[in-house]
């Protein structure tokens, strides 16, 4: 059965990925405070996310539709999944496969589209989110 969320999750998701490289909630809060949040924000730094590497946890029918907008942004993209796909579908999704462990320690960006299952509960913890780049 077709995912019928999977295109409005995936726009949600690179919505959300750019407002937070944009640092758009934080200047919202500055503003209705009153204060004008270009010098604050802009001196904690604005991503582009052109350029940056990310990483899809979960290549199912939102993963896909993920990476398929993310391409658009000229992104380097890893995915991990229990199943590894096809090269033509990675070709195709302009997406590399990569261990867990390697994913989080190269992306600038992850983003998890994952079913809740007794396999998948905490696959992300303290030592993973460890593993990423403090930025």
Not at 1 to 8: G, H, I, Q, R, Y
Not at 53 to 60: E, F, H, R, V
């Amino acid at each position: 059965m077709p995912d019928f969320n999977a295109a409005t999750v995936a726009e949600h998701t690179i919505m959300l990925i750019l407002a937070l490289l944009r640092r758009v909630f934080e200047s919202n809060l500055l503003m209705k405070a009153g204060r004008w949040p270009l010098h604050t924000v802009a001196a904690q730094g604005i991503f582009d996310l052109q350029g940056k590497t990310l990483g899809i946890i979960g290549l199912g029918a939102i993963g896909e539709a993920v990476a398929s907008r993310a391409q658009a942004f000229e992104v380097r993209i890893l995915y991990y999944d229990k199943k590894r796909r096809s090269t033509a579908v990675e070709k195709e999704l302009s997406v590399s496969y990569a261990t867990l462990d390697d994913l989080l320690e190269e992306s600038d960006i992850v983003t998890i589209h994952l079913p809740l299952t007794s396999e998948t509960h905490r696959l992300i913890g303290r030592a993973e989110i460890n593993k990423m780049k403090r930025t």
